[in-house]
């Protein structure tokens, strides 16, 4: 995809469709109006007579434009005259981006940031423009046939007075950094279990660092694994075929001395439930439970890309839960690589097994924040469903600033409390602990379960089992939370250092 700006006059532009907003008292926009006088009154007689009433995420394709160089104008309602809220504001992208969906459509010129959105400055258009259009326009085709995609849409351009450039690029170079993570982030994701193994993930996340200079990767083995004593991790991937990857990535632009922010993904890349086995219904979904590690993955490509003055760690322990005759059992006995030993009651609560070694690994790294997340309870879908993602945490200050960039993002989170009363359910006869906490605030014992292995610094766990992937006829990877963490690094390198 090419992004650029645009600040020629409208009648000179070369593309494929203008994109203009109308209000739902039938005011036109400013490029509207602008348009609407070089084609003589042509959008406003579509209006009076009915044809575009306005409503939001409505829209009206003029196919032919007579006695002009523009090939075609789209029409997007934008609701009430007055300044859209965030949500609206994406709602009339998807529409437009939506309604564009045809072959003979390449290159589009996009003149609805001009619209006030309730707070929201030029560069923030700009990006959500892109991370929009960019959202809409994937189609996984790596493992089909025929290749062609429905959107042919190649050209994006934003439309600025010279005024706005400035803002208005920036904002476009975020959205294309975060867009094109969140794209590497969905391709992985969407990946069958049978191409998309710890060994492929560890590749892929070689490659990405032979594209960026900035980005440093290394793998463990189980051998190494072993030797660290990483004995809940292996016991997962003990039942596989495929070997266990640990993958970090190392990205170190900011200050030699500043701590690093570590990210931590849960990489499963497909998960069975093991010896407990899961139903078969949408057992093929199992396929994403390495979104969160897909997530650091496209996380870091935007980091990178923006080149963000910050320390930055990613780590993405992946394996498989299989069941096989030496997977783990019920009540096997686990010693992870903290020495705290875990009575397995439930070998499909897996992801907690890699991501407790995950944890106490991250301590060498010696964190500003530790980050984790992970599609890690079905509990979360049923709390707070395929809306926001989970989060739980040990520090208000860490959890408040994902819950702003969250908002800024448009890929929320919302808070849950890890009460030291919920520790009480992880209680076990045998060892430190159980592996889950029985039915009861299943997101939350989770969490509990891995705050054990987070005492000693300031760390943040996001659920994304509800958000990282839709379910039904339009089956597939999301990219988040990749933006919502993109957000937390931008606004953690905007912060005046301590
Ligand atoms: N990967 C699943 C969680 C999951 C389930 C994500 C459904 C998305 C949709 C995880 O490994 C798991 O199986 N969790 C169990 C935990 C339980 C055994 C305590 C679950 O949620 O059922
Ligand atoms: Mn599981
Ligand atoms: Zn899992």
Known sequence: MDYSIETAPLEDLQCDCIIVGVYQDQQLSPSATALNSITHGLINTIVSRGDLSGKNGETVLINAVPDSKIERILLVGLGENKPLSAKDYKKALLAAVNSLKKPQIKSVVCCLAECDVAGRDRQWKSRHIIEVFNDAVYQFTHTK???????????????????????????????????????????????????????????????????????????????????????????????????AKFITLNYQCGDKDAKPIVLIGKGLTFDAGGISLKQPAGMDEMKYDMCGGASVLGTLLAVAQLQLPLNIIGLIPSSENMPDGDA????????????????????????????????????????????????????????????????????????????????????????????????????????????????????????????????????????????????????????RPVSLLSQYLINRAQQPKA
């Open 145 to 243: 046939s025929d290749k062609e995609t429905e959107s042919q849409i190649q050209k994006i351009s934003i439309a600025a007075t010279e005024a706005e450039r400035t803002l208005a690029h920036s904002g476009m170079l975020q959205g294309k950094a975060i867009a094109e993570g969140m794209e590497l982030t969905k391709h992985l994701s969407d990946l069958p279990g049978n191409i998309c193994t710890p060994t492929y993930l560890a590749e892929q996340a070689i490659e990405l660092s032979k594209k960026y200079a900035s980005l440093n990767v290394s793998i463990l083995e189980e051998s190494d694994m072993t030797a660290l004593g990483m004995g809940a991790l292996l016991s997962v991937s003990r039942g596989s075929r495929q070997p």
């Open 328 to 479: 783990n059992k019920p009540g096997d006995i686990l010693t992870s690589m903290s020495g705290k030993t875990i009575e397995v009651l439930n070998t499909d609560a897996e992801g907690r097994l890699l991501l407790c070694d995950a944890l106490t690994y991250a301590e060498r790294f010696n964190p500003e924040v530790v980050i984790d997340l992970a599609t890690l309870t079905g509990a979360c879908l049923v709390a707070l469903g395929r809306v926001t993602s989970g989060l739980l945490g040990n520090d208000d200050a860490l959890c408040n600033d994902l819950l702003a960039a969250g908002e800024t993002a448009n890929d929320s989170v919302w808070r849950l409390p890890l009460w030291e009363e919920y520790q009480e359910q992880l209680k076990s006869n045998f060892a430190d602990m159980a592996n889950v906490g029985g039915k009861d605030a299943g997101t939350i014992t989770a969490a509990c379960f891995l705050a054990r292995f987070a005492e000693k610094f300031r760390w943040a766990h996001l659920d994304i089992a509800g958000t990282a992937w839709r379910t039904g006829p339009t089956k597939g990877a999301t990219g």
